[in-house]
């Protein structure tokens, strides 16, 4: 089966949206053996050429230089792995997908510009923008704990810095924007980005199930913004804990940049599957539990 994937970030710039969708194709292409049966691939487009992406050494490189918005297109799936007889391979059938995947990547002080009402972007550039956020089948949401304007963590580039308040304003206006525009529930990955930077242990413990990520989001900025995602029945959302640029000496391991995206993934291929195939579909690994 084939299905279009689109996933719109939101994010100020100095986020990690880009090194999010590249840290996501190193992961996947480096780090997962198959499960149950099933390999995860990615390839570029053609649906041929396997996707290699080797440890960037700048923020510039990952975004190849450009100043504005990027769209990265790859196809990304699960197919049976080895020899399978007739029977193993029905009941893999239900979770054999091919996705034609559309990264949507703008610029972050644009992206923040959209929700705040303020106008330094052309009308054009501001109704692409909008127009990848509210069409896209997917959101994810990065919060950043080094943008916060009291933060002590090493950001490493220029950039703004805000309030609490303001980070959850934007949050909401941009949630809102989606229900209205949109008119229909929406999907948001929350996440929460440069774990790295954070004690090893507490990360851990938050990382033990959702109700100890939202306590990690919490601390960091304020029982007002976990609330406001509570309070929004009308869409589905997840929290995550993910680094993008992780180090481990001198290799590159982001932790965690995968499983929102499976999770996505995951709830699309549900949408379309009847009830009888939906008993036979094999889960993504998106829990620690399951990897």
Same mark, same amino acid.
């Given at each position: *089966?084939?299905?279009?994937?689109?996933?719109?970030?939101?994010?100020?710039?100095?986020?990690?949206?880009?090194?999010?969708?590249?840290?996501?194709?190193?992961?996947?292409?480096?780090?997962?053996?198959?499960?149950?049966?099933?390999?995860?691939?990615?390839?570029?487009?053609?649906?041929?050429?396997?996707?290699?992406?080797?440890?960037?050494?700048?923020?510039?490189?990952?975004? &190849?230089?450009?100043? &504005?918005?990027?769209?990265?297109?790859?196809?990304?799936?699960?197919?049976?792995?080895?020899?399978?007889?007739?029977?193993?391979?029905?009941?893999?059938?239900?979770?054999?997908?091919?996705?034609?995947?559309?990264?949507?990547? &703008?610029?972050?002080?644009?992206?923040?510009?959209?929700?705040?009402?303020?106008?330094?972007?052309?009308?054009?550039?501001?109704?692409?923008?909008?127009?990848?956020?509210?069409?896209?089948?997917?959101?994810?949401?990065?919060?950043?704990?080094?943008?916060?304007?009291?933060?002590?963590?090493?950001?490493?580039?220029?950039?703004?810095?805000?309030?609490?308040?303001?980070?959850?304003?934007?949050?909401?206006?941009?949630?809102?924007?989606?229900?209205?525009?949109?008119?229909?529930?929406?999907?948001?990955?929350?996440?929460?980005?440069?774990?790295?930077?954070?004690?090893?242990?507490?990360?851990?413990?938050?990382?033990?199930? @959702?109700?100890?990520?939202?306590?990690?989001?919490?601390?960091?900025?304020?029982?007002? *913004?976990?609330?406001?995602?509570?309070?929004?029945?009308?869409?589905?959302?997840?929290?995550?804990?993910?680094?993008? *640029?992780?180090?481990?000496?001198?290799?590159? @391991?982001?932790? &965690?940049?995968?499983?929102?995206?499976?999770?996505?993934?995951?709830?699309?291929?549900?949408?379309?599957?009847?009830?009888?195939?939906?008993?036979?579909?094999?889960?993504?690994?998106?829990?620690?539990?399951?990897?």
């Amino acid at each position: *089966m084939v299905e279009d994937v689109s996933i719109a970030f939101w994010g100020p710039k100095g986020s990690g949206k880009s090194s999010m969708i590249y840290s996501f194709g190193y992961a996947v292409t480096r780090k997962y053996e198959p499960q149950n049966g099933l390999r995860v691939f990615l390839r570029e487009i053609d649906g041929k050429t396997p996707v290699f992406i080797d440890k960037p050494s700048s923020i510039k490189e990952i975004r &190849d230089g450009t100043e &504005d918005y990027t769209i990265k297109n790859w196809k990304i799936g699960r197919t049976p792995e080895g020899r399978l007889n007739p029977i193993a391979r029905h009941l893999k059938r239900a979770s054999t997908f091919t996705h034609d995947i559309a990264f949507f990547d &703008d610029k972050g002080a644009r992206l923040v510009e959209l929700v705040n009402g303020r106008k330094l972007f052309s009308e054009q550039q501001f109704a692409r923008a909008r127009s990848m956020l509210v069409n896209a089948h997917n959101t994810i949401i990065l919060l950043d704990p080094s943008l916060l304007d009291d933060s002590e963590l090493e950001v490493g580039v220029e950039v703004s810095k805000y309030t609490r308040d303001e980070y959850r304003n934007f949050v909401k206006t941009l949630c809102r924007m989606i229900w209205k525009e949109r008119n229909a529930p929406g999907r948001f990955a929350v996440c929460f980005t440069k774990s790295d930077k954070l004690n090893l242990g507490r990360v851990e413990r938050a990382k033990a199930d @959702d109700e100890n990520k939202w306590g990690l989001i919490e601390d960091e900025f304020g029982p007002e *913004m976990v609330a406001f995602f509570h309070s929004q029945v009308q869409h589905e959302i997840k929290p995550f804990i993910v680094s993008s *640029m992780k180090d481990d000496k001198d290799a590159w @391991d982001p932790d &965690d940049v995968e499983l929102p995206i499976f999770w996505l993934l995951e709830k699309t291929e549900l949408e379309i599957l009847q009830p009888k195939q939906k008993k036979r579909y094999l889960k993504y690994p998106i829990s620690r539990d399951s990897r």
